[in-house]
């Protein structure tokens, strides 16, 4: 199989990560199965996936769910994710991989296909690391809110103004927001969810700092205040918050 180099920078593989359309894909693996995953995934499914036209954004380990793999892929528009898609899975790399891989997964159905709230991650200066490098120590947490009755849009804003300036008072450095794209999936082939979500992506120095930062906004009442809002529109019922380490090719990192 022809890959570009995994130390080329990811500027010159891509010149701008595709971000127009994001799926979060949460994997439960069979026990003791994730390292194998995540070494396939590293060595096979990163060039490949991004030759078909899409961007592998981020991979993850999530740190409180030891079979679980969580990872991010970009795409241009919805045509261009059911081109990219269908070049992919009916295309050689994932034909003489897919036993492997599949071999790992108990469960990747759990998706949500997302559009950005805002300008998306900044990629400016990033490189796509080797697959001899280390793993850094930085931990993402991306908070899932299931929406019920209030608007995407609606909460979008109310996020903006309420939600986010405690965040960032707590000791959050913002990633992105994103929320579920009201259009249909264009390849089912591949399952997404159809219930309503927002979520936001924040990045912090270790575990420690994230520790911190739920202590700090446990105090500021930005629980109390989500809960409020709970009981007024019935608009965020649930809450969902994943600690996740970036693998070692991790582009988000």
């Known amino acids: 199989m022809s890959q570009s180099s995994p130390s080329t920078p990811f500027t010159e593989v891509?010149?701008?990560?595709?971000?127009?359309?994001?799926?979060?894909?949460?994997?439960?693996?069979?026990?003791?199965?994730?390292?194998?995953l995540i070494d396939l995934f590293e060595r096979e499914f990163i060039e490949s996936q991004e030759t078909c036209g899409m961007s592998v954004l981020g991979q993850f380990r999530d740190l409180d769910r030891p079979d679980d793999f969580v990872w991010l892929r970009g795409?241009?528009?919805m045509q261009q994710r059911a081109e990219a898609l269908a070049a992919f899975y009916d295309g050689p790399v994932w034909s003489a991989h897919k036993d492997a891989a599949n071999a790992t997964m108990e469960c990747s159905d759990d998706v949500h296909l997302l559009r950005p709230c805002g300008p998306g991650f900044?990629?400016?200066g990033a490189t796509r690391p080797g697959l001899s490098e280390q793993a850094p120590p930085?931990?993402?947490?991306?908070?899932?809110?299931?929406?019920?009755?209030t608007k995407v849009n609606d909460f979008a804003?109310?996020?903006?103004?309420?939600?986010?300036?405690?965040?960032?008072?707590?000791?959050?450095?913002?990633?992105?927001?994103f929320a579920t794209?009201?259009?249909p999936n264009n390849y089912p082939r591949l399952p997404?969810?159809?219930?309503?979500?927002f979520i936001w992506i924040n990045r912090f120095e270790n575990a420690e700092r994230h520790?911190?930062?739920r202590s700090a906004l446990s105090r500021s009442g930005f629980w109390s205040l989500l809960g409020a809002s709970r009981a007024k529109g019935a608009s965020a019922i649930e809450a969902t918050e994943l600690r996740l380490e970036p693998t070692a090719r991790s582009l988000l990192r």
């Open 14 to 36: 891509l010149s701008s990560p595709f971000q127009s359309i994001v799926e979060l894909r949460r994997y439960r693996l069979h026990p003791d199965r994730r390292e194998d």
């Open 157 to 177: 804003e109310l996020f903006d103004s309420t939600y986010n300036p405690l965040l960032v008072q707590a000791g959050a450095s913002p990633l992105g927001t």
């Open 211 to 213: 520790e911190a930062f």
């Open 192 to 197: 997404v969810r159809t219930d309503r979500a």
């Open 75 to 77: 795409f241009a528009g």
């Open 138 to 149: 930085n931990l993402l947490a991306i908070t899932i809110i299931s929406l019920k009755e």
């Open 122 to 124: 900044d990629f400016v």
């Open 181 to 183: 794209l009201d259009m």
